[in-house]
């Protein structure tokens, strides 16, 4: 049987691309043929759920379905996802939006901010507390969206909406609905079937999943140049363009601020010597309002991903 990552292993994102792509041309053959494409593929998905679910049962029957068992099964992305689609995933909801805040935080982290999940509520609504300097900053709903909205519908396709509070108070500055999530029980049974443009793109790059503690890369996404870092277990990217000399990184190196604390990391740009707070979205330390570019990243333990401008993406 061939592995994920074996030569002969079938590209199953691009699979699933392939599937949407022919649900929507067949809507060129009207309505009739659209709605039969979804039904095959509604009692395709089933036929292979009720496959699955029993396999799960009889593997229970038989005591091998254990507390690592259960945990390998969602740590796989692949089959996370089949397994998601089914109603079949071992975690609730609500562990499963921790756990994808979980992997977003770091890059909240670099704008001196954090993330609360407050509540999964039965209409399925997801509401958020942002924490620190995120809180009220004019850019607070583009770096949610773009940190959150990718991991959410990731882990929980069910889920609705996104509602965000301010750590004022559960009544003050309430957002509404932020970040509407389109799940594929959605995309099945719609009739546009025409995902909506959030303008980002989600780029798997290899390179950052076995990047060394301390160390700085720098990457294309497309026609975005990226330069990256990792400080402990937390990675961290921005635009290649340092912000006052505008030149790349190149030979740029990470360091602990003199006299900071454990975990401090500074980029320094070997062309003009300027020094970047990286935990601080990219400030500029010398106080004139320079800073970095970040992107989002998110990581599912086997893939890191980069979110860059769908008008720069490959």
Same mark, same amino acid.
């Given at each position: 049987?061939?592995?994920?990552?074996?030569?002969?292993?079938?590209?199953?994102?691009?699979?699933?691309?392939?599937?949407?792509?022919?649900? /929507?041309?067949?809507?060129?053959?009207?309505?009739?043929?659209?709605?039969?494409?979804?039904?095959?593929?509604?009692?395709?998905?089933?036929?292979?759920?009720?496959?699955?679910?029993?396999?799960?049962?009889?593997?229970?029957?038989?005591?091998?379905?254990?507390?690592?068992?259960?945990?390998?099964?969602?740590?796989?992305?692949?089959?996370?996802?089949?397994?998601?689609?089914?109603?079949?995933?071992?975690?609730?909801?609500?562990?499963?939006?921790?756990?994808?805040?979980?992997?977003?935080?770091?890059?909240?982290?670099?704008?001196?901010?954090?993330?609360?999940?407050?509540?999964?509520?039965?209409?399925?609504?997801?509401?958020?507390?942002?924490?620190?300097?995120?809180?009220?900053?004019?850019?607070?709903?583009?770096?949610?969206?773009?940190?959150?909205?990718?991991?959410?519908?990731?882990?929980?396709?069910?889920?609705?909406?996104?509602?965000?509070?301010?750590?004022?108070?559960?009544?003050?500055?309430?957002?509404?609905?932020?970040?509407?999530?389109?799940?594929?029980?959605?995309?099945?049974?719609?009739?546009?079937? /025409?995902?909506?443009?959030?303008?980002?793109?989600?780029?798997?790059?290899?390179?950052?999943?076995?990047?060394?503690?301390?160390?700085?890369?720098?990457?294309?996404?497309?026609?975005?140049?990226?330069?990256?870092?990792?400080?402990?277990?937390?990675?961290? /990217?921005?635009?290649?363009?340092?912000?006052?000399?505008?030149?790349?990184?190149?030979?740029?190196?990470?360091?602990?601020?003199?006299?900071?604390?454990?975990?401090?990391?500074?980029?320094?740009?070997?062309?003009?010597?300027?020094?970047?707070?990286?935990?601080?979205?990219?400030?500029?330390?010398?106080?004139?309002?320079?800073?970095?570019?970040?992107?989002?990243?998110?990581?599912?333990?086997?893939?890191?991903?980069?979110?860059?401008?769908?008008?720069? /993406?490959?």
């Amino acid at each position: 049987m061939a592995r994920e990552d074996s030569p002969a292993a079938p590209d199953w994102r691009t699979t699933g691309e392939r599937i949407d792509t022919l649900i /929507a041309a067949s809507g060129s053959g009207g309505a009739v043929a659209r709605e039969r494409s979804e039904e095959l593929v509604r009692l395709v998905a089933d036929f292979y759920g009720a496959g699955l679910e029993r396999l799960l049962d009889l593997v229970h029957e038989q005591g091998r379905l254990d507390d690592d068992i259960l945990a390998a099964l969602a740590e796989d992305e692949l089959v996370s996802g089949v397994l998601l689609v089914h109603g079949l995933h071992p975690y609730g909801v609500e562990t499963r939006v921790e756990r994808a805040l979980e992997s977003v935080r770091p890059y909240l982290g670099s704008h001196g901010g954090d993330v609360e999940l407050l509540a999964v509520t039965d209409e399925g609504t997801v509401r958020l507390r942002l924490l620190g300097s995120c809180d009220g900053c004019p850019s607070s709903s583009v770096t949610l969206r773009l940190a959150v909205q990718g991991a959410v519908e990731a882990a929980a396709p069910e889920i609705t909406s996104i509602d965000v509070e301010t750590s004022a108070g559960e009544d003050a500055g309430a957002a509404g609905p932020l970040v509407p999530v389109d799940s594929l029980f959605a995309r099945l049974h719609t009739e546009s079937g /025409a995902p909506a443009d959030d303008g980002a793109s989600w780029e798997v790059v290899p390179e950052l999943s076995g990047l060394e503690p301390g160390a700085v890369i720098r990457f294309g996404v497309g026609r975005m140049p990226v330069v990256a870092c990792r400080v402990g277990t937390d990675l961290f /990217a921005f635009e290649d363009r340092c912000a006052r000399c505008e030149r790349p990184f190149e030979g740029a190196t990470l360091a602990r601020r003199l006299g900071g604390r454990s975990g401090d990391a500074i980029l320094r740009c070997a062309g003009c010597r300027a020094h970047y707070d990286v935990r601080q979205a990219g400030a500029c330390l010398y106080g004139d309002g320079a800073h970095l570019s970040p992107l989002p990243l998110l990581s599912d333990g086997a893939a890191v991903s980069v979110s860059v401008p769908a008008a720069v /993406a490959p």
